[in-house]
């Protein structure tokens, strides 16, 4: 924990993900796991899910653009101590991460790659998938696939 004058500030910790609405994955599953070890979460979201506990049912990937904005604001505001990676959507959202993490020199970078949901959907195109595993992997301090 950092202290700011008198007062201890935790961690700030970014997940950039996709969001799964019933809080089972995704940045949501990640805030809820930082809180838990007194850590303050953000997040940048990379695809949002149609998906419950059964399934995906379809994927929305936010634009590069998008996700570019996100990632900037929050730098701009916060000391982000850590950065997690996990689901990415496709090959413009990794390349853009590719290029913030270059920004940004963070020391602590933990990529789980998601590629498919464990009921099959896939989660990466295949030049997403061919850009991780050639470029972002080698940014990552610690690597946990699944």
Do not use: W
């Amino acid at each position: 924990m950092s202290t700011n004058g008198h007062i201890a500030v935790p961690p700030i910790l970014l997940t950039i993900a996709g969001f799964d609405p019933s809080c089972g994955a995704g940045t949501a599953a990640d805030l809820k796991t930082f809180a838990a070890y007194g850590c303050y979460g953000v997040a940048a979201i990379t695809s949002l899910t149609v998906q419950n506990t059964q399934g995906v049912e379809a994927v929305h990937n936010m634009s590069s653009a998008e996700l570019r904005e996100q990632l900037d604001i929050l730098a701009k505001d916060c000391e982000i101590a850590a950065v997690k990676i996990g689901m990415l959507g496709n090959r413009g959202n990794a390349v853009v991460v590719g290029e913030f993490l270059d920004a940004h020199k963070f020391t602590i970078v933990v990529h789980d790659p998601v590629m498919k949901s464990s009921s099959g959907t896939e989660l990466l195109d295949a030049s997403g998938v061919k850009y991780v595993a050639t470029e972002l992997l080698k940014r990552a301090s610690v690597f946990t696939p699944n």
